[in-house]
């Protein structure tokens, strides 16, 4: 059985940083890319970054510049940290995967996703 765990959010102020880290267990292998989503209330899911087993990755434009994805792929890990949060970075991240490429910035849905962590910023 593949497990997701995401962790790492918080309630903050704008400006501030969180380091999210989600954690695969059950995947054979790790030949897979990794997808990172928000969705906010009242809002759709939206791709937020993704890294493949390469190390290649993609940021969409919303976040670019202020986001960096990571993977450590002996812990089987991959860290979304974000900088200069704004009020409208609040949302539930999740992360999931076979759900993204980031040669081509494409999101595909996925069968694997994890429970998500809740980013709240406000002042």
């Known amino acids: 059985e593949v497990q997701l765990q995401a962790s790492g959010g918080g309630s903050v102020q704008p400006g501030s940083s969180l380091t999210l880290s989600c954690v695969e267990r059950g995947w054979p292998g790790d030949d897979y890319a990794v997808g990172w989503f928000r969705q906010a209330p009242g809002k759709e899911r939206e791709g937020v970054s993704c890294?493949?087993?390469?190390?290649?990755?993609y940021y969409s434009e919303f976040l670019k510049g202020r986001v960096t994805i990571s993977r450590d792929i002996a812990k089987k890990t991959v860290t979304l940290q974000m900088n200069n949060l704004k009020t409208e970075d609040t949302a539930v991240y999740y992360c999931?995967?076979?759900?993204?490429?980031?040669?081509?910035?494409?999101?595909?849905?996925?069968?694997?996703w994890g429970q998500g962590t809740q980013v709240t910023v406000s002042s």
């Open positions: 890294i493949n087993r390469a190390g290649r990755k």
């Open positions: 999931s995967l076979e759900s993204c490429d980031p040669a081509n910035g494409m999101w595909y849905d996925s069968a694997y």
